[in-house]
């Protein structure tokens, strides 16, 4: 059965590739993001996955730098089934078999962290795009955790976002087991490699991908301060997820706020549905 689960992976991935190189070319903008969108949806519910966005309300469409905590590869899916933004990514990621081809496809800016020098350069690539009205997604831990804590954000990158006088949107994923626990399985941690991270993932589920959607952030004048201010916002939007959890005799994390509202998809191709969802609580970023 994993096996099988696998195999079908493989060839969504391979169709992928073909939808790339036959449809996008001939396709607006707006079809190929619904492309994207679709495609990505899907990757998520044969990888065992639903989505359930909140906040979306808040969501910026353009002009705004994505920042958001990160626990494994299949974040990038999530947040291209919730509204498809190209990504900075590790150089790394551009030499793995179909996912680097296809990432490279999709406008990833691949940046080389042995080299600090690299920043310099995808600062003024992002600051472009941001100017030209792009969205952009980073993940300022610089790795990726179990997801049970935040990192702490670096600030290099948030430059891009000052040069650009460019709004952040802040970002928070949970993953949730079938027991309404947060999960740790889709974790890609330490030394794990991608198929012992693939395995986990497949045999870890049923799982729910919770996002959470922050209030735009002004840029300012001070990256530092900008990275405090979102770090401050995703970690608000983590606590509050767990919160929840504990709520409901779930969990045992730490609490602190609430969602104002979420949207579910059942990862099928269909839109988002809007759902009222959970209770505003004065302490939700």
Known sequence: ???????????????????????????????????????????????????????????????????????????????????????????????????????????????????????????????????????????????TSDGLQLLPFHANLFQAAVSASSPVQPVCILYEDAQGRQSTAPAYIGDMSLGESLDALLTGGPLTAHVYVGEALAPGADRRLLAAEAEASVRRALEGMQHQRIANGLASRVPVSDASSKQEADTSDTPLDHDPGLPHSPGSP
Not at 68 to 84: E, F, M, T
């Open 1 to 143: 059965m994993l096996i099988l689960r696998k195999v079908r992976l493989v060839v969504h991935l391979l169709v992928g590739m073909w939808t790339i190189a036959t449809r996008f070319p001939k396709a607006s903008k707006a079809a190929r993001l619904e492309m994207n969108r679709r495609w990505s949806l899907k990757m998520l519910r044969l990888a065992g996955m639903r989505l359930v966005v909140h906040n979306d309300e808040a969501r910026l469409d353009e002009g705004a730098l994505v920042v958001s905590n990160h626990i494994s590869w299949i974040d990038i899916y999530v947040i291209n089934a919730w509204r498809p933004t190209p990504f900075v990514s590790k150089a790394e990621i551009r030499k793995w078999p179909v996912v680097g081809w296809l990432a490279a496809q999709l406008d990833t800016i691949f940046i080389q962290r042995e080299k600090r020098s690299d920043a310099k350069r995808i600062m003024h690539e992002l600051a472009s795009r941001l100017n030209a009205g792009q969205l952009m997604c980073v993940f300022p831990e610089g790795t």
